[in-house]
């Protein structure tokens, strides 16, 4: 079992930066890879960055490279969303997931079992 607690999150404008975090406990934290993916209003829930359990491999959706940094402290069991450049069609309510049965980083939604509670990030123009 993984739990995963995140905050941050809020209302922005366009060109703002915010940070995003991911608090685990359950299980080994370096063990696992962490992914953030986000849903907006009236879409499926998209893949937005992910990272190995070492912090070592990092991916990205096409939409956020360059603007979007994810990294792992993993003395802290925390993994964090550091978004810049923000832009309105960022908007979407954004969930971490643990994927508990492999240290290696994918943006594939379906190997992720654990999930946050999610938080809304608005991004006005």
């Known amino acids: 079992q993984v739990q995963l607690v995140q905050s941050g999150g809020g209302l922005v404008q366009a060109g703002a930066s915010l940070r995003l975090s991911c608090a685990a406990s359950?299980?080994?934290?370096?063990?696992?890879?962490v992914g953030w993916f986000r849903q907006a209003p009236g879409n499926e829930r998209e893949s937005v960055a992910a990272i190995s359990g070492s912090g070592h491999t990092t991916y990205y959706a096409d939409s956020v490279k360059g603007r979007f940094a994810i990294s792992r402290d993993n003395a802290k069991n925390t993994v964090y969303l550091q978004m810049k450049s923000l832009k309105p069609e960022d908007t979407a309510v954004y969930f971490c997931a643990a994927d508990p049965d492999s240290e290696i980083a994918t943006l594939h939604i379906a190997a992720y079992d654990y999930w946050g509670q999610g938080t809304q990030v608005t991004v006005s123009s």
């Open positions: 359950g299980r080994t934290f370096s063990s696992y890879a």
